[in-house]
């Protein structure tokens, strides 16, 4: 069953890929240049708001030394580095623009690369972890090229 359940999953996660592709295409030579929204300060406040909960997220999990802290890091570098991208983007050729890319430059870039070296360092010593625990000897694979581990489904027996 949980193969069956990853081979949904990665093809759903390929379908989303390739169907993205045209999408973003169209957007790109369809959307307007200007857009004024009567939501704009509920979507950046409830943006800035997920940055709260990440890093309270991030935090909690960090200070119990649970392993949901590298979940925490990414979710937390993603948005991070959505939040740069935007504040940039959207501030272009106003009078924010300026303080948008120090910003970006200053702290939220290097906040987001920090959570994602962390995330990285710690799902390696993770992994080292187990490939100790299996017997294998050292060196250990580096990530990128590291199997998928995964644990058996007691259920499926």
Same mark, same amino acid.
């Given at each position: 069953?949980? =193969?069956? =359940?990853?081979?949904?999953?990665?093809?759903?996660?390929?379908?989303?890929?390739?169907?993205?592709?045209?999408?973003?295409?169209?957007?790109?030579?369809? @959307?307007?240049?200007?857009?004024?929204?009567?939501?704009? +300060? @509920?979507?950046?406040?409830?943006?800035?708001?997920?940055?709260v909960l990440a890093f309270a997220a991030t935090a909690w999990t960090g200070w119990r030394n649970r392993q949901l802290v590298i979940t925490a890091l990414?979710? #937390?570098?993603? @948005?991070?580095?959505?939040?740069?991208?935007?504040?940039?983007? #959207?501030?272009? &050729?106003? &009078?924010?623009?300026?303080?948008?890319?120090?910003?970006?430059? @200053?702290?939220?870039?290097?906040?987001?690369? *920090?959570? #994602? *070296?962390?995330?990285? +360092?710690?799902?390696?010593?993770?992994?080292?972890?187990?490939?100790?625990?299996? &017997?294998?000897?050292?060196?250990?694979?580096?990530?990128? +090229?590291?199997? #998928?581990?995964?644990?058996?489904?007691?259920?499926?027996?």
């Amino acid at each position: 069953m949980a =193969r069956v =359940r990853r081979h949904v999953a990665l093809v759903g996660m390929t379908g989303a890929a390739v169907f993205l592709v045209p999408w973003v295409a169209w957007l790109s030579s369809s @959307l307007p240049s200007r857009h004024a929204s009567d939501q704009w +300060r @509920l979507a950046w406040t409830g943006f800035d708001a997920a940055l709260v909960l990440a890093f309270a997220a991030t935090a909690w999990t960090g200070w119990r030394n649970r392993q949901l802290v590298i979940t925490a890091l990414v979710v #937390l570098g993603t @948005l991070l580095l959505c939040d740069a991208w935007f504040d940039v983007t #959207l501030s272009w &050729g106003t &009078g924010e623009q300026a303080t948008s890319i120090v910003t970006a430059v @200053l702290a939220e870039v290097p906040f987001a690369v *920090l959570a #994602l *070296l962390i995330a990285h +360092r710690l799902l390696h010593e993770v992994t080292h972890y187990v490939w100790h625990l299996e &017997g294998r000897p050292d060196p250990v694979v580096p990530l990128h +090229r590291l199997p #998928l581990i995964v644990v058996p489904d007691v259920h499926e027996h």
